[in-house]
């Protein structure tokens, strides 16, 4: 209880309340009361639990005062179009909700008394009416009954009918006008009208072009349906125009009506005559007899009758007085013999002209004489000589030959080859006359081409122009030196002086001049500077005095040193190979054996059977091969001949049996050989 809202009698247990209890704020009430027996520290306890019963003292309440829905007026009797909604805090049967519509403006509407849906009871399509406002009233069902109308007011609920968009605008403008070709641009063509019986939006229509306005000719205003010229029309360009409209209203979804409105151009006699070509070209064979057909001119008016006939005529201009022009076939003829060296091309301007009114066009003549094959062709050169890298890639381009031929077309048109042998390695392009590489150079193959170039023409019957053409190939550095041999073997006594030749190496370079210049040199091998190789002459020879047994104590392979020897031109870029030398360096002997130990101390016992083993002596010799090879010998100590050494192993093993009474020690000298 801590809101303090029981109070209960310590001696009696009677459970009282304090302060009004509300059944919607706590509906049951959980008591623990606790005893306890005079003094005792024990403790007894249990639970009381109190329902608060509700009475119905809270109306029904409204969560909004209005509300507002819209429907179509095509909906169906029993479609329900709004929910009321209110809330009672009782519970029960005080709580249960039973609604009604106080005051009817129509008999449309009914409404669920316990769930609040209100429905149509019939369709309100030929209603006048397009909005209805329900009161709302919501009654609980205690006893007595409150209703929404104690507390508040009840609900206003506005139920407005919408128009749907049934109906498609229709025409009612004439699909036919008439208009001049030569009105000025804004000019009013026609204005269209359609009709729609929907209210609102549904409608309201806006016109639209959808098809045969392609060139902008016309311009239509969408809301007021007035069209207008865009441009300046021409009938002889296009003397009617069939526009699909469209008439669009704005319901949701739109609806539409399309009508073909046919546009007459009307003629004004506005044009000018035309030339069928701007540009008449022909060719006419030089030395010919006057008189000659050159060409005929034509032209067209687009008016019709005295404004369409026309007379030909030729204007003043360069050799024009050697044409003379029929004025009304337009057939043009030569008056004099003509000939192309004097004059190749002729331009003249022909002229048509209108009667009815003073109307004129002119079209260009451009008039060839035709050539005859009587020049060869010539090159500028009699002999040419050119100089080429050998690396130059397959299809490279090395001269470009020209001959000129003063004659025309064909006449003129020089046609290129190539006589004598090039060996595969060149082809001219028989247009350009490029020469052209067809294969890799090598001038260490061939270093020199001599051929020649001919031009010629069209005629079998004039002599050709030849050309001598040689080519030099330069030298690419594109060989290395070859050395003779990959590997080479020598050998060389140690202790020689310095400079003693061991061996001459030797490569090739099929290159010339610097690029065939070998400098030879000693890549690796050569640490500590022990030999020493003469770049020019490739001779390798000792730096230092050698010594074998030096060499055998810190190389793989006793004695020998294994140079890579570099052979190098001095091209540019500088190419290269090596060569693998192994040199021996042959032993001398000079070297004496030595004992492992200067002394060896050897502790036996006197019991020790005879042909035991005793010990075993080893010498070293830093000389090779039988300079190395070492024997062994007692030299003094073994005069009774207790002991036995192999003279192989060094092995020494006893022979007689020992006393140590009567022999404690024994010194034996051993000489190694």
């Given at each position: 209880d801590p809101h303090g809202r029981f109070s209960i009698d310590p001696q009696f247990g009677i459970i009282r309340t304090k302060t009004q209890l509300d059944h919607e704020t706590q509906s049951v009430v959980v008591l623990t009361v606790q005893s306890q027996l005079g003094d005792s520290?024990?403790?007894?306890?249990t639970q009381v639990n109190i329902s608060v019963i509700d009475i119905n003292d809270n109306p029904p309440v409204f969560l909004t005062q209005s509300d507002r829905v819209t429907i179509s007026h095509t909906q169906p009797p029993g479609t329900a179009v709004y929910i009321a909604h209110a809330e009672d805090k009782d519970s029960g049967l005080n709580g249960a909700i039973k609604y009604s519509i106080a005051s009817k403006q129509s008999n449309a509407f009914s409404i669920d008394p316990s769930l609040g849906v209100i429905n149509l009871t019939r369709t309100v399509f030929a209603d006048k009416q397009h909005a209805y406002t329900l009161h709302i009233a919501a009654e609980d069902s205690g006893i007595p009954p409150l209703t929404s109308s104690l507390v508040l007011d009840s609900l206003a609920a506005k139920i407005v009918i919408l128009d749907i968009n049934d109906n498609s605008p229709s025409f009612t403008s004439s699909p036919l006008s008439y208009v001049m070709e030569d009105v000025e641009v804004g000019f009013l063509v026609h204005r269209i009208i359609a009709k729609d019986p929907d209210e609102g939006r549904n409608g309201q229509v806006t016109y639209h072009i959808l098809s045969g306005n392609e060139n902008k000719a016309f311009i239509l205003d969408k809301i007021t349906g007035l069209l207008t010229t865009a441009q300046?029309?021409?009938?002889?360009?296009?003397?009617?125009?069939?526009?699909?409209?469209?008439?669009?209203?704005?319901?949701?979804?739109?609806?539409?009506a399309t009508q073909v409105l046919t546009i007459v151009v009307l003629d004004v006699n506005d044009e000018a005559p035309m030339f069928l070509k701007q540009l008449y070209e022909t060719a006419i064979r030089e030395n010919q007899d006057p008189g000659e057909f050159v060409l005929k001119v034509e032209a067209v008016d687009r008016d019709a009758g005295l404004n369409s006939l026309l007379r030909y005529e030729i204007l003043p201009g360069t050799g024009y007085e050697k044409f003379k022009m029929n004025p009304d076939s337009g057939v043009l003829l030569t008056t004099a013999s003509l000939d192309r060296e004097t004059q190749e091309v002729f331009r003249i301007k022909g002229n048509s002209v209108k009667y009815l009114p003073s109307r004129s066009s002119t079209a260009q003549l451009y008039l060839t004489v035709l050539d005859e094959n009587d020049h060869n062709p010539m090159f500028a050169k009699t002999e040419y000589q050119i100089s080429v890298r050998e690396d130059l890639e397959e299809g490279s381009a090395i001269l470009d030959l020209f001959a000129s031929d003063k004659d025309d077309g064909l006449n003129g048109e020089v046609m290129y080859s190539l006589i004598d042998d090039t060996f595969g390695a060149f082809a001219i392009d028989s247009v350009t006359g490029s020469i052209v590489t067809t294969k890799a150079l090598d001038r260490e193959t061939k270093s020199q081409y001599t051929f020649r170039a001919v031009a010629s023409d069209c005629s079998t019957h004039l002599p050709r122009s030849t050309t001598v053409m040689t080519i030099l190939i330069q030298d690419v550095n594109d060989n290395a030196p070859k050395f003779e041999q990959s590997y080479y073997k020598a050998s060389v006594w140690e202790g020689q002086s310095p400079?003693?030749?061991?061996?001459?190496?030797?490569?090739?370079?099929?290159?010339?001049?610097l690029n065939g210049?070998?400098?030879?040199?000693?890549?690796?091998?050569?640490?500590?500077a022990t030999f020493v190789i003469d770049s020019a002459r490739g001779i390798l020879a000792t730096n230092t005095v050698l010594d074998h047994e030096n060499a055998s104590s810190y190389r793989e392979m006793a004695s020998s040193h294994r140079l890579v020897l570099l052979a190098s031109d001095r091209g540019t870029p500088s190419l290269n190979s090596t060569a693998t030398v192994l040199i021996t360096v042959l032993d001398v002997n000079d070297n004496s054996p030595v004992f492992s130990s200067p002394e060896y101390h050897i502790h036996v016992k006197e019991s020790i059977p005879v042909g035991s083993h005793v010990t075993e002596v080893s010498a070293n010799d830093?000389?090779?091969?039988?300079?190395a090879e070492i024997t062994y010998a007692i030299i003094s100590g073994n005069d009774r001949g207790h002991f036995h050494l192999d003279e192989k192993t060094g092995s020494v093993d006893l022979m007689k049996t020992l006393d140590y009474e009567d022999t404690m020690k024994f010194i034996l000298i051993i000489q190694a050989t």
């Open positions: 520290p024990v403790y007894s306890s300046l029309l021409d009938r002889e360009i296009q003397n009617c125009y069939n526009l699909t409209l469209m008439a669009l209203d704005d319901g949701s979804p739109a609806l539409f400079k003693t030749d061991i061996i001459q190496i030797f490569a090739t370079d099929l290159d010339s001049g210049e070998t400098e030879y040199s000693v890549l690796s091998g050569n640490e500590n830093c000389d090779a091969g039988t300079n």
